[in-house]
């Protein structure tokens, strides 16, 4: 018997439990042409439509590239980004994850999409953009920090739901569904939700997360461990340091401003703690990941 995880057909609270949000969107406001990019995909996930030129995503032997008016989704796996000399995108970055962190769309490839049906994605990111653009200055790497009422929170969603609904009916019919929440118990998926959309500048501890869970805190770390394999505080750590390793290399963040987005009081704190975590500082770091990269694009 086919259960309903695997058939996509969930109750609207499991549904629930799913956090979408846009993270920033923008139209050729930052320049790609002749850049080249390598490294692993990473959340937030990303989809960008070819205004000019082209876009080629190579994951092991396959390559995909997408021509102007095309969209193109990288892999969430290690791949390579080759944007042309005259190649300029609309990017949107968004997330879409269930609690245990898992991408609604995990394309294993670079996908494109093009034809008919891509028409109306396309007109409803322009919708999406412009508004973001005029509510919230440019909605760039910072949008999910813009200050907004309720009116601008909702329409903002309503256009950026739009959009997803096209987008997961689009990459469904390329061979690449949804994803389903992992087989979990309810409280620890409440758990890892609350610690997938609490701002990575709040603090909070294991009391009050168990709290919002409904568990002591021995329940809660024991039913973390066996759902995730790792603990709360643990699989928290992960999130903040793939967060401080796209601030750095794909947004080109200062220090200064990754360790406020992180929730550290100086640029010295973040350092010190980045330090600990990937064992040298962060310009230190960036600079030889820029070296590497290079050296494999000399190849």
Same mark, same amino acid.
């Given at each position: 018997?086919?259960?309903?995880?695997?058939?996509?057909?969930?109750?609207?609270?499991?549904?629930?439990?799913?956090?979408?949000?846009?993270?920033?969107?923008?139209?050729?406001?930052?320049p790609?042409?002749?850049?080249?990019?390598?490294?692993?995909?990473?959340?937030?996930?990303?989809?960008?439509?070819?205004?000019?030129g082209?876009?080629?995503?190579?994951?092991?032997?396959?390559?995909?590239?997408?021509?102007?008016?095309?969209?193109?989704?990288?892999?969430?796996?290690?791949?390579?980004?080759?944007?042309?000399?005259?190649?300029?995108?609309?990017?949107?970055?968004?997330?879409a994850?269930?609690?245990?962190?898992?991408?609604?769309?995990?394309?294993?490839?670079?996908v494109?999409?093009?034809?008919?049906?891509?028409?109306?994605?396309?007109?409803?990111?322009? &919708? @999406?953009?412009?508004? $973001?653009?005029?509510?919230?200055?440019? #909605?760039?790497?910072?949008?999910?920090? !813009? %200050? *907004?009422? /309720?009116?601008?929170?909702?329409?903002?969603?309503?256009?950026?739901?739009?959009?997803?609904?096209?987008?997961?009916?689009?990459?469904?019919?390329?061979?690449?569904?949804?994803?389903?929440?992992?087989?979990?118990?309810?409280?620890?998926?409440?758990?890892?939700?609350?610690?997938?959309?609490?701002?990575?500048?709040?603090?909070?501890?294991?009391?009050?997360?168990?709290?919002?869970?409904?568990?002591?805190?021995?329940?809660?770390? &024991? @039913?973390?461990?066996? $759902?995730?394999?790792?603990?709360?505080? #643990?699989?928290?750590?992960?999130?903040? !340091? %793939? *967060?401080? /390793?796209?601030?750095?290399?794909?947004?080109?963040?200062?220090?200064?401003?990754?360790?406020?987005?992180?929730?550290?009081?100086?640029?010295?704190?973040?350092?010190?703690?980045?330090?600990?975590?990937?064992?040298?500082p962060?310009?230190?770091?960036?600079a030889?990941r820029?070296?590497?990269?290079?050296?494999?694009?000399?190849?």
């Amino acid at each position: 018997m086919v259960s309903d995880l695997e058939t996509g057909d969930l109750r609207l609270r499991d549904w629930a439990g799913l956090s979408c949000r846009p993270v920033y969107v923008y139209d050729r406001a930052f320049p790609v042409a002749g850049t080249v990019w390598e490294g692993e995909g990473t959340s937030p996930s990303a989809a960008w439509l070819v205004r000019e030129g082209a876009v080629t995503v190579t994951t092991g032997r396959h390559k995909a590239t997408a021509r102007t008016g095309e969209w193109i989704v990288p892999s969430r796996g290690r791949h390579r980004c080759e944007f042309s000399a005259d190649a300029a995108i609309l990017s949107m970055r968004f997330n879409a994850l269930w609690p245990d962190g898992r991408p609604l769309i995990g394309a294993e490839r670079g996908v494109v999409l093009r034809g008919a049906g891509v028409r109306g994605l396309t007109r409803l990111a322009k &919708r @999406l953009e412009r508004f $973001a653009t005029k509510s919230f200055t440019l #909605a760039d790497t910072g949008m999910e920090w !813009k %200050r *907004a009422d /309720a009116v601008q929170y909702l329409e903002l969603n309503r256009h950026f739901f739009a959009w997803l609904e096209v987008f997961v009916r689009l990459m469904t019919e390329e061979g690449c569904p949804p994803t389903t929440p992992a087989r979990a118990d309810e409280r620890v998926l409440r758990a890892a939700h609350v610690l997938n959309t609490l701002p990575l500048s709040e603090e909070w501890d294991l009391e009050w997360l168990a709290k919002q869970a409904g568990l002591s805190v021995a329940q809660l770390n &024991r @039913l973390f461990v066996a $759902a995730f394999a790792a603990t709360p505080k #643990a699989y928290h750590l992960e999130r903040r !340091k %793939r *967060a401080a /390793a796209h601030l750095l290399r794909e947004e080109a963040v200062p220090v200064k401003q990754a360790a406020a987005a992180l929730g550290f009081s100086s640029a010295c704190y973040f350092t010190a703690w980045f330090r600990a975590q990937f064992g040298e500082p962060p310009r230190r770091w960036l600079a030889r990941r820029e070296a590497e990269e290079r050296a494999r694009t000399q190849k």
